[in-house]
């Protein structure tokens, strides 16, 4: 079964945050396909090869409800994942965030039909 989801990631330095894009496998916890926006690897590196990198954070998202996670960062390898903790609190906090905004539309929708 494919579990990913489309999420943010935010490289954050002393002076600057590095926004990428990417998808998180939700059975795994492994990002993969990022595509960093206005950073140029061949020329800047990578944002966390910077002395000033300070850490790694996500955001996934859903109707502009916000669910912000803790992104581990190889640096042998240059991959990004979620812990395994971190992954059960992510689909925890997604699955109420989700749940409520479809409580939400169905009870909106309970209403429209009642007018």
Excluded at 7 to 36: C, H, M, P, R, W
Excluded at 62 to 76: A, H, L, S
Aim: include cysteine; aromatic fraction near 8%.
């Amino acid at each position: 079964m494919d579990l990913k989801v489309a999420i943010v990631i935010s490289d954050e330095q002393t002076e600057e945050v590095v926004q990428s894009k990417g998808f998180l496998n939700l059975a795994s916890g492994e990002i993969y396909g990022v595509e960093y926006q206005d950073w140029d690897v061949a020329t800047q590196g990578l944002p966390w090869e910077h002395d000033d990198y300070e850490f790694t954070c996500g955001t996934l998202s859903n109707r502009g409800k916000d669910v912000e996670f803790r992104v581990d960062v190889n640096k042998t390898t240059g991959n990004y994942s979620v812990s395994a903790s971190e992954l059960l609190e992510i689909k925890t906090r997604a699955a109420a965030l989700f749940a409520d905004v479809a409580a939400a539309a169905t009870a909106a929708l309970a209403a429209g039909k009642k007018s």
